[in-house]
């Protein structure tokens, strides 16, 4: 069983039974407020991503919803990890600029496979 013997700004020192061990507990208006700071200082973004396999090797990483967000890796991982670097970059310069950032969080990604008749050679 666990006393509490304190309050040192927002930190209260709980002792066991025994008064031989103490350790720091946070109360609930501590964690409440780091919590509501914590979710405050960050925001997320989903973005789609378009990894296209180029012919010397290696993979193109495009951001749609970023107009211009292109870069490249080795392997699909690195892209993907270039992909995040390059988006968040961007970000930066958003919001440097004070410009609004868009994301892909209302895009629907779809594919489509298409035929047509070969042309006839005369």
Do not use: F, W
């Not at 993979?59 to 967000?69: H, K, S």
């Not at 490249?72 to 310069?93: C, F, L, N, P, Q």
Request: aromatic residues 4%.
């Amino acid at each position: 069983m666990m006393k509490r013997s304190g309050i040192r700004g927002g930190i209260s020192l709980a002792k066991d039974e025994t008064g031989l061990g103490t350790r720091p507990s946070l109360s609930l208006t501590m964690l409440r407020q780091r919590d509501s700071i914590a979710s405050m200082a960050k925001a997320r973004y989903h973005y789609n991503i378009m990894l296209r396999p180029e012919p010397e090797g290696g993979y193109t990483a495009l951001v749609p919803a970023l107009p211009g967000c292109v870069t490249y890796g080795r392997t699909v991982d690195e892209a993907r990890e270039m992909a995040k670097d390059a988006i968040s970059g961007y970000i930066a310069s958003l919001r440097k600029h004070k410009d609004p950032i868009p994301t892909d969080d209302n895009t629907l990604v779809a594919s489509l496979d298409l035929e047509y008749a070969e042309a006839t050679r005369r």
